[in-house]
């Protein structure tokens, strides 16, 4: 069982996921984040065991995550000149990265 959901946990993460674009407005900026993908994610180590009255044990370690997305903002009164505009690249290498939870 658990086998199965660590190999299932695994294979979703590898495949890539678009997300929405977030539009607003917050202190005086309009901002937009587009164009957001999770491009790669992976975990190098995984183990699951059950914990006797406690719950499941879920340890992940050498994860490995990047995320890219496209951002705008600007402010939204015409007194507010402050603008901005690019490209976020987000990498998160997998030395020292772990987590671990009880469910």
Same mark, same amino acid.
């Given at each position: 069982?658990? #086998?199965? &959901?660590?190999?299932?946990?695994? #294979? *979703? /993460?590898?495949?890539?996921?678009? =997300?929405?674009?977030?539009?607003? $407005?917050?202190? *005086? =900026?309009?901002? $937009?984040?587009?164009?957001?993908?999770?491009?790669?994610?992976?975990?190098?180590?995984?183990?699951?065991? =059950?914990?006797?009255?406690?719950? /499941?044990?879920?340890?992940?370690?050498?994860?490995?995550?990047?995320?890219?997305?496209?951002?705008? &903002?600007? *402010?939204?009164?015409?007194?507010?000149?402050?603008?901005?505009?690019?490209?976020?690249? &987000?990498?998160?290498?997998?030395?020292? $990265?772990?987590?671990?939870?009880?469910?």
């Amino acid at each position: 069982f658990a #086998t199965r &959901i660590e190999r299932s946990f695994q #294979t *979703g /993460l590898r495949s890539s996921r678009h =997300f929405e674009d977030i539009v607003g $407005t917050e202190a *005086g =900026f309009d901002y $937009t984040l587009k164009n957001m993908w999770l491009d790669s994610a992976s975990v190098m180590q995984e183990s699951m065991a =059950f914990l006797e009255g406690r719950g /499941l044990r879920l340890r992940l370690g050498g994860i490995a995550v990047k995320f890219l997305m496209d951002y705008s &903002i600007q *402010g939204s009164s015409w007194w507010n000149p402050i603008s901005a505009s690019g490209h976020v690249d &987000i990498s998160l290498l997998p030395s020292g $990265t772990s987590l671990q939870a009880v469910l």
